[in-house]
């Protein structure tokens, strides 16, 4: 080849990279992802292709891959081949551990499975070893994060667990470690003895609401919490757990956020999450129509939702901003609108 010469460090890296990735065969679209790592300097280079070619060449000299007899991508000059494979690999396989370990009862499903990562057969050993040593026990329950870092050594790694297929009926649950997953807590502050709870988007009007509904007492709303922004649907659990330290929500759940495409994102996204109903308080809503509009013309509306959760008589009313492209602020809203809202609820 011309130009750049490929370099035995960015040849070990692909090599390596290709060993790591666990796969009897990788396609070329994947040896050309981790030909970009290996070997940066090349990247937009004319010589890319060409010091790809070598270095391929080079591992199968080595034995670390195999090349195809006749699938080439004759696209390209020289021509590479539309996949390699990994002897390495095709050996790891031909092993699996996992079909003969001794599992313990609750895990004998592991053998059965027809692939697992060497990542994976760890976490799973290093489970059966906290189960083994725990039999008969009866260890305290504790949040999932605290199980995680005393059995995996990571207080994530379980939780990246429960999202695989690791974990469901017939395989693994939290209550076998006993653990449980508790919800990021939600800020609230008590505002009355109601039962209802107002969740607003920002802190400013956060505190608003807690000064405006502290100042008087008709009204059901209880307390106020603060859904800090795009964190609430990760929050929105906490719901039916505690809030404010009263305990589960036993009233209804009221939303109140920025009128544009975030906000609205941010309330459906909760309300397509939470186990209880999350409604819009509509008369603060309703009053954004009626503020003046910020940053017109500026503002994307066209792939927005918010429709089935404001439902059609409210989305249209907001029709207008939406149209002139802008958008309105919660703290656009004058803050005795909320005292307003409050004393028209049902109570």
Partial sequence: MTGQAVRSG?????GNALRAAESVQITLDRVWSLWLIAAPRLVGDATQTAALYAA???????????LPSDSWDQSTRPPLPRFVKIPAARQAVRRREWMTYP?????????????????????LVALNSWLARTRGLNPPTVPLRYRSVEILGDEKRLEKMVKTDLFGPGRLA???FHCVRIPA?????????????LVVENSDTYWAAVEQLRATSDHPVGS?????GKTFPSQVDALSVDVGGRGPVTGRVWYWGDLDPTGLEIAGTA???????????????????????????????TRASGRGWLGDELWDELAPVRNSAGR????????????????GLDH
């Fill in 328 to 343: 309105v602020a919660q703290e656009a809203v004058p803050p005795e609108a909320i005292v307003a809202w409050a004393r």
């Fill in 271 to 301: 309300a397509d999450a939470a186990a209880l109903a999350i409604f819009p308080a509509r008369t603060l809503w309703s009053a954004m129509a009626d503020r003046p509009v910020q940053e017109s013309g500026r503002i994307d509306w």
């Fill in 56 to 66: 391929l060449h080079l591992l199968a000299e080595a034995g670390t891959v195999e």
């Fill in 185 to 197: 807590p939600l800020p609230a502050a008590l505002v009355g003895q109601g039962p209802d709870v």
């Fill in 174 to 176: 939290l209550a076998l």
């Fill in 103 to 123: 599992w313990s009862h609750e895990l004998g499903w592991a053998s059965t499975l027809p692939t697992l990562s060497a990542d994976r057969f760890r976490d």
């Fill in 10 to 14: 960015e040849v070990d890296a692909l």
């Fill in 224 to 228: 106020v919490a603060w859904g800090s």
